[in-house]
């Protein structure tokens, strides 16, 4: 959908991303549009720094894509979204530069048991195809890997029947 200057400009001079987030989406939903989003990292769908999942899920007029590549996070995801199936789909993947099954590494859910006090991000949000971008935050014991299905973005755009443009929001 194209916007007009003021709507971007409304949408620019936001100081957070969720108030920008919601004029989007309130333009989309005043002109009776779909908005078809992906996010990359979607986490379980219930932490206060997620800037979108809140808004989809009483939109029917959205088409939200959401990935998750950390299992016991996906799964969380999808219990969190059932009420919403219907116009929100969830994947357990990794985006990568392509096709391939590799190691994940992400926190163990024992680190948020143990150690509750750490931020957000650190119990969530932090997965990688590298085990060292995880060894600044945690000891080994609360590292875990296994093997994970990466897809390119555009295999990942052919198996969720997602024509490329009609994507209006992409959130990594």
């Given at each position: 959908?194209?916007?007009?200057?003021g709507i971007c400009e409304r949408?620019?001079?936001?100081?957070?991303?969720?108030?920008?987030?919601?004029?989007?989406?309130?333009?989309?939903?005043?002109?009776k549009s779909t908005m078809t989003?992906?996010?990359?990292?979607?986490?379980?769908?219930?932490?206060?720094?997620?800037?979108?999942?809140?808004?989809?899920?009483?939109?029917?007029?959205?088409?939200?894509?959401?990935?998750?590549?950390?299992?016991?996070?996906?799964?969380?995801?999808?219990?969190?979204?059932?009420?919403?199936?219907?116009?929100?789909?969830?994947?357990?993947?990794?985006?990568?530069?392509?096709?391939?099954?590799?190691?994940?590494?992400?926190?163990?859910?024992?680190?948020?048991?143990?150690?509750?006090?750490?931020?957000?991000?650190?119990?969530?949000?932090?997965?990688?195809?590298?085990?060292?971008?995880?060894?600044?935050?945690?000891?080994?014991?609360?590292?875990?890997?296994?093997?994970?299905?990466?897809?390119?973005?555009?295999?990942?755009?052919?198996?969720?029947?997602?024509?490329?443009?009609?994507?209006?929001?992409?959130?990594?």
């Amino acid at each position: 959908m194209q916007l007009d200057s003021g709507i971007c400009e409304r949408i620019l001079d936001q100081t957070r991303i969720s108030s920008a987030f919601e004029i989007l989406v309130d333009e989309f939903e005043k002109r009776k549009s779909t908005m078809t989003i992906i996010q990359v990292g979607a986490c379980n769908g219930k932490i206060d720094n997620d800037h979108i999942q809140d808004v989809v899920k009483g939109k029917e007029f959205i088409r939200a894509h959401l990935i998750e590549a950390v299992d016991w996070l996906y799964d969380d995801l999808v219990e969190v979204m059932e009420p919403y199936k219907d116009h929100v789909k969830c994947y357990n993947a990794a985006i990568s530069n392509k096709d391939e099954i590799r190691n994940f590494y992400s926190a163990a859910r024992q680190a948020g048991i143990d150690e509750p006090e750490r931020p957000e991000w650190q119990l969530f949000q932090i997965g990688s195809l590298l085990k060292s971008n995880l060894s600044p935050y945690y000891p080994e014991q609360y590292i875990e890997s296994g093997e994970m299905r990466c897809v390119s973005p555009a295999t990942f755009v052919t198996e969720s029947n997602l024509a490329s443009e009609a994507l209006d929001v992409l959130v990594v």
